[in-house]
């Protein structure tokens, strides 16, 4: 294996945990640099990374949480090499993933980016890593389960997740992939242009995916570069922080590439249909919180 690939691999860190250290030693040792961006964490993550990944890792700390896309750019303008892997700490690229993404992406002169194949820790295929774009009628088929009815009606209820689909035996063109597993041309980025800093967490691999479209650079998902996902683990303490920020990124995303395409009024039920699924969430976390809360309680008084 090529011990010093082309690569720059920028991680975003927020409270990864022990995750982070694992994720950088899966990486670190087959490419050029590794810079972790440190969105303020306030766990032992960079301490413990430090203490035991040195070589070729360089960290930028920032003063506080200034988002995903902010961070994933500050990544971007220090790396140094021609292609750039931007890597969710709670991620584990299998051996060989890097190399074998890299050498899909070399193939293809319009391709701009590539995508692993996603894996839940026991090893089922996750939803993210490759997927339509999700239009506001896409997600409302998605939101209410008539994604349910695709095997019958597939062009009218097609559903934007495609891991549903029988996964392919060799690399094909998806309109977009997750930002937890992204390798990305330089030369691509350069045209497209960087993440669009305005989302603060979710969708933002949504609009650059886009934008790479609109640019006419093709994206592929690789079925033959795992990666292990633990999904969550940078969020899981702050869920209500987390929904309002991805609500709030799915209306500016709806926004931004589909208000030409839909009409004004709606477009306002689009919007609404959002904001209602935030509170519904909310309460229902709410709810979940709550009763936890009195079971405690309950078990304390007990004891």
Not at 82 to 107: C, H, K, M, W, Y
Not at 161 to 187: D, K, N, T, W, Y
């Amino acid at each position: 294996m090529n011990q010093t690939l082309p690569i720059s691999v920028v991680i975003v860190n927020y409270n990864a945990g022990i995750l982070l250290v694992h994720c950088v030693q899966a990486v670190a040792s087959q490419v050029r640099e590794v810079w972790v961006i440190d969105n303020d964490s306030r766990d032992q993550s960079v301490q413990e990374l430090q203490r035991q990944c040195t070589e070729q890792v360089r960290v930028l700390h920032n003063a506080q949480n200034m988002g995903f896309a902010v961070a994933c750019n500050q990544g971007a303008r220090v790396a140094s090499q021609p292609f750039v892997f931007f890597l969710n700490p709670d991620s584990i690229p299998a051996p060989g993933t890097l190399e074998r993404l890299l050498q899909v992406l070399q193939q293809h002169a319009r391709v701009g980016m590539v995508g692993g194949l996603l894996l839940g820790p026991e090893g089922d295929e996750q939803g993210g890593g490759r997927r339509a774009l999700p239009t506001p009628w896409r997600a409302l088929v998605r939101a209410t389960g008539l994604y349910h009815l695709a095997p019958w009606f597939p062009r009218l209820f097609f559903d934007f997740h495609l891991h549903r689909l029988p996964r392919p035996e060799q690399p094909i063109p998806v309109e977009a992939i997750s930002g937890a597993c992204m390798l990305v041309r330089r030369a691509a980025m350069d045209e497209v242009g960087l993440w669009d800093e305005h989302y603060f967490l979710h969708c933002e691999d949504l609009d650059w995916c886009a934008r790479f479209g609109q640019h006419q650079w093709q994206i592929l998902f690789v079925p033959d570069a795992p990666v292990v996902h633990y999904q969550g683990t940078c969020s899981r303490s702050r869920p209500v922080f987390v929904q309002w920020h991805k609500h709030r990124g799915m209306i500016r995303f709806y926004r931004k590439f589909f208000r030409q395409h839909y009409p004004g009024p709606l477009m306002g039920l689009v919007i609404l249909g959002v904001w209602g699924r935030f509170f519904v969430l909310v309460l229902r976390e709410w709810v979940r919180a709550l009763g936890l809360v009195s079971t405690r309680s309950f078990h304390h008084r007990d004891s």
